[in-house]
């Protein structure tokens, strides 16, 4: 079993920045990979950004060079810095683990973008 929990949701105006960190614990191997993902009200669920194997990274189109994937001195930690927030950001944020070709997902984090 593995666990995810999210944190650092919240409203924040346009143009301003927050941090969301994931913490894994469990049943977690070496290999996996971590990343978020978001959905909007009325939308599925899209990748935001990833690991892949080893340290590459991937982004969705709409949060490349104002997001950034890290990873935390912590294992099985990462993080998501967002930078220049729009209000089309909005949406519930989710921690993922894939592992053995099976997805974990956490509870989800709020974000609303909004004046």
């Known amino acids: 079993q593995v666990q995810l929990l999210e944190s650092g949701g919240g409203l924040v105006q346009p143009g301003g920045s927050l941090r969301l960190s994931c913490a894994a614990s469990?049943?977690?191997?070496?290999?996996?990979?971590m990343g978020w993902y978001r959905q909007a009200p009325g939308k599925e669920r899209e990748l935001v950004a990833r690991f892949s194997s080893g340290d590459s990274t991937s982004y969705a189109d709409s949060v490349k060079g104002r997001f950034t994937i890290s990873r935390g001195n912590a294992e099985n930690t990462v993080y998501l810095q967002m930078n220049s927030l729009k209000p089309e950001d909005t949406a519930v944020y989710y921690c993922?683990?894939?592992?053995?070709?099976?997805?974990?997902w956490g509870k989800g984090t709020l974000v609303t973008v909004s004046s």
């Open positions: 469990g049943s977690i191997f070496s290999r996996n990979t």
């Open positions: 993922n683990l894939l592992q053995y070709g099976y997805n974990y």
